[in-house]
């Protein structure tokens, strides 16, 4: 079977960091873009970061730039998500995702062809 792995979720203070990983099992996502979301309760999915498939572009919403970080590994065969500064506000179940497909959209949650099943970070003093 095609499965994204999360990992590296848990509880943090405000201001520490966590890196997520987000690992391909039975295929290799050397050839996918690969983007991480989140989604809080009762709020919508948010795009968070994208990664091309070479590793060489990013982006990142407005809203963790200066503060995440998004990486790849091929040799490893996994994405990374490092995530300083952390606020409350990034309290989220955290998603990776992928897509064999170039778009300027990459936000767009539906453009994705792989799900992970999540991983809880919790933000909080």
């Known amino acids: 079977q095609l499965q994204l792995v999360e990992s590296g979720g848990g509880l943090v203070q405000p201001g520490g960091s966590l890196r997520l990983s987000c690992a391909g099992s039975?295929?290799?996502?050397?050839?996918?873009?690969i983007a991480w979301f989140r989604q809080a309760p009762g709020r919508e999915r948010e795009g968070v970061s994208c990664?091309?498939?070479?590793?060489?572009?990013?982006d990142y919403a407005d809203s963790v730039k200066g503060r995440f970080t998004i990486t790849r590994d091929h040799a490893k065969n996994t994405v990374y998500l490092q995530m300083n500064s952390l606020k409350p506000e990034d309290t989220a179940i955290y998603y990776c995702?992928?897509?064999?497909?170039?778009?300027?959209?990459?936000?767009?949650?539906?453009?994705?062809?792989?799900w992970g099943q999540g991983t809880q970070v919790t933000v909080s003093s």
């Open positions: 995702a992928a897509d064999r497909s170039y778009s300027k959209r990459w936000y767009e949650a539906a453009r994705y062809d792989y």
């Open positions: 990664i091309s498939s070479s590793g060489g572009s990013t």
């Open positions: 039975g295929f290799t996502l050397d050839y996918y873009h």
